[in-house]
């Protein structure tokens, strides 16, 4: 065995003798491990951009609203808390209780290398657990209790992973989990932009304006497309119960591509995903390399995506 292969192995065989490191499954090098339990390691709210006098009301109307992210404690009115899935904190991104509305938190990066590049994290997603605006939601059509199906699952929106990455390209990898459409009818799949993300500059330009309840990574519901078929995750019955969801994700920076999603014991390939890059050069930008996720409700009811952890890794 080589020198190299050697500290490899060593190095494999120490992350599985760490608890909070086993439970995943990096490429060699890792460049993020965020434990929630020990603070929000850098994931911060997403805020458009503004001018250089510091004036706020410049910001974008569909960006003014995402709210930072929060530790939270999964605390539920009917079984007080919950707790994270190690320890007791998890970080949560919750939108408000008006369809459309995103709740998003980004974690700033740069490359020090191309090559592949993984996201994993532990994650969970649920709607607010009691509420006028959930059983109003139920009233409107959003789902009949049934004592295993709960209105609440027809009430939550979806959950995006996504990057921004600009190598002198800028481009953004995305993979959402669309539960429903916007009529509230489930859909249980993943899907992907087939166009670039809008930009401020673009709307500083007068290219697009969009509506403070945007969309902002595809605001046309027709520019996002299915893959890999249908996927029905466990939200068990009430949205007070809360399982974890084990969510692998592959790219690789050195062809702008992807490779691959795995969610729990299903794997997605993703190489004939594209990923649609910007026709204009983006200065001030070079070598970035940014996560963000989001949570976004399409009923008048709020919609939370929880992680209790997050590792980043590379081949670099």
């Not at 065989?13 to 060699?28: I, Q």
Request: hydrophobic share 35%.
């Amino acid at each position: 065995m080589t020198t190299a292969a050697s500290g490899r192995s060593l190095a494999a065989e120490l992350r599985k003798a760490d608890p909070a490191l086993s439970r995943f499954d990096p490429l060699d090098r890792i460049l993020v491990h965020d434990d929630f339990n020990t603070g929000t390691h850098g994931w911060i709210e997403l805020l458009g951009n503004y001018d250089g006098h510091g004036n706020l009301d410049t910001v974008d109307d569909h960006m003014r609203d995402f709210r930072p992210p929060q530790l939270s404690s999964c605390n539920f009115f009917d079984v007080g808390t919950h707790g994270a899935m190690s320890g007791t904190y998890a970080l949560k991104v919750a939108t408000r209780p008006l369809a459309g509305h995103t709740g998003v938190a980004i974690r700033r990066l740069t490359m020090a290398g191309r090559g592949r590049v993984q996201f994993e994290a532990y994650l969970t997603f649920k709607t607010e657990a009691a509420s006028e605006e959930n059983q109003a939601a139920a009233k409107a059509g959003a789902g009949e209790w049934d004592a295993n199906l709960h209105p609440s699952e027809q009430q939550f929106g979806a959950f995006t992973i996504a990057t921004d990455i600009c190598d002198g390209v800028r481009y953004h990898c995305v993979a959402r989990y669309l539960n429903t459409d916007l009529d509230n009818n489930l859909r249980r799949e993943w899907v992907y932009p087939t166009v670039p993300e809008p930009t401020p500059r673009e709307h500083f330009e007068g290219k697009l304006k969009l509506p403070p309840t945007a969309d902002f990574t595809a605001p046309d519901p027709d520019d996002w497309k299915a893959f890999g078929g249908p996927q029905e995750l466990c939200y068990n019955e009430v949205p007070t119960k809360v399982n974890w969801h084990y969510v692998r994700w592959l790219i690789d920076t050195s062809t702008r591509s992807n490779i691959e999603l795995q969610v729990n014991d299903t794997v997605y390939d993703m190489r004939d995903v594209p990923v649609p890059p910007y026709d204009e050069e983006y200065g001030s930008l070079q070598n970035l390399l940014n996560f963000y996720v989001s949570v976004r409700t399409h009923t008048d009811v709020r919609n939370f995506l929880y992680l209790d952890s997050v590792l980043i890794s590379v081949d670099w």
